[in-house]
Antibody
Framework: QVQLVQSGSEVKKPGASVRVSCKTS????????MHWVRQVPGEGLEWMGLVDPTGHVFLYGVNFQGRLTVTRDTSRTMVYMDLRSLRVEDTAIYYC????????????WGQGTLVTVSP | QSALTQPPSASGSPGQSVTISCTGT?????????VSWYQHRPGRAPKLIIY???KRPSGVPDRFSGSKSGNTASLTVSGLQAEDEADYYCCSFAGSNIHYLFGTGTTVT
């Protein structure tokens, strides 16, 4: 079955960078869009960015352009999210998400990774 | 970009129905039939319950239904059950610049 297993919690200082990884299994990574979505505590969900099935197209939300890089390693069936210049307000749960084959919605989610940014 | 607007909370007794609205603009909800809904229980990953406005993924009970009129989408949960207590989020495709917008979330009790 489809599984998205994310790396563990992280604690970072403001200004640092963080990488969250997502191990995928049960499907072919090169045939799906993969996204990252976050939830700031007490707030709603926020779409961050995606990598397309070819691995050559990366799109980012306007709030993350210049700070976010999404990558993938098909040999390891991994997807990564790198967020730079962290701020306290980046404290959130970050989710790795698969876009459904019929497109434009999200049918499988990772378990979430808590990133805490604290001075 | 602004999140789609949902009521903060909704409630009902077991067996009753509850409807959650999701209001956007003609650039997102009103412009595309790509509205999806997610059920999010504490400590768990969100779960897709409605896609393309009104379609249900396999395994989702038909107590969950979706619709759209103009710039507002709606999720109705009929025959409320205790297990339906959760946060519910709408999401809309919003074009090639914004891409995806989520709603502000509604807590159903």
């Amino acid at each position: 079955q489809v599984q998205l297993v994310q790396s563990g919690s992280e604690v970072k200082k403001p200004g640092a960078s963080v990488r969250v990884s997502c191990k995928t299994s049960g499907f072919t990574l090169t045939t799906y869009f993969m996204h990252w979505v976050r939830q700031v505590p007490g707030e709603g969900l926020e779409w961050m960015g995606l990598v397309d099935p070819t691995g050559h197209v990366f799109l980012y939300g306007v709030n993350f352009q210049g700070r976010l890089t999404v990558t993938r390693d098909t040999s390891r069936t991994m997807v990564y999210m790198d967020l730079r210049s962290l701020r306290v307000e980046d404290t959130a749960i970050y989710y790795c998400v698969r876009e459904a084959s019929h497109l434009k919605d999200f049918d499988h989610w990772g378990q979430g990774t808590l990133v805490t940014v604290s001075p | 970009q602004s999140a789609l607007t949902q009521p903060p909370s909704a409630s009902g007794s077991p067996g009753q129905s509850v409807t959650i609205s999701c209001t956007g603009t003609s650039s997102d909800v009103g412009g595309y039939n790509y509205v999806s809904w997610y059920q999010h229980r504490p400590g768990r990953a969100p779960k897709l319950i409605i896609y393309e406005v009104a379609k249900r993924p396999s395994g989702v009970p038909d107590r969950f239904s979706g619709s759209k009129s103009g710039n507002t989408a709606s999720l109705t949960v009929s025959g409320l059950q205790a297990e339906d207590e959760a946060d519910y989020y709408c999401c809309s495709f919003a074009g090639s610049n914004i891409h995806y917008l989520f709603g502000t979330g509604t807590t159903v009790t």
